[in-house]
């Protein structure tokens, strides 16, 4: 039976070394995973402050396209404002010779006829003229009580 014991012992004993360098092992494994872990945080945070980078890159790019795409939007605008505008002046110009032609033909029209009323009435003057100095001499001339 202490045979058995001794035998039970040492097997004891060599399963504890056993499990003792199995678990030194696996210590040490752990610590490599650990170390590698930790590398593979390093080398996560780089990747990771890298892609932040990229990104902020890829936003200021977008940035600066929306501006770009603002700014000639807006001259686009101001183009099209100025050739509106140009248009309306050139339409009230035109409306404004069209008016004042036809006033400045009403105009001379006018003078015309005055001057052919005051042609008339002048022949008519003269043709009278002589009448109605008579009419005036004798109305002077005549005396009534």
Known sequence: MASSLESLHSLNSFYTEKSFQSFAASISKLSFYSMESNRGNQNGIQQLLGAEQEAQHIVNAARSAKQARLKQAKDEA????????????????????????????????????????????????????????????????????
């Open 78 to 145: 101001e183009k099209e404002i100025a050739e509106f505008r140009a248009y309306m002046e050139a339409e009230f110009q035109r409306k404004i010779e069209q008016t004042s032609g036809d006033s400045g033909a009403n105009v001379k029209r006018l003078d015309q006829e005055t001057f052919a009323k005051i042609q008339h009435l002048k022949a008519e003057s003269e043709s009278i003229s002589n009448d109605v100095v008579q009419m005036l001499l004798r109305q002077v001339t005549t005396l009534k009580n």
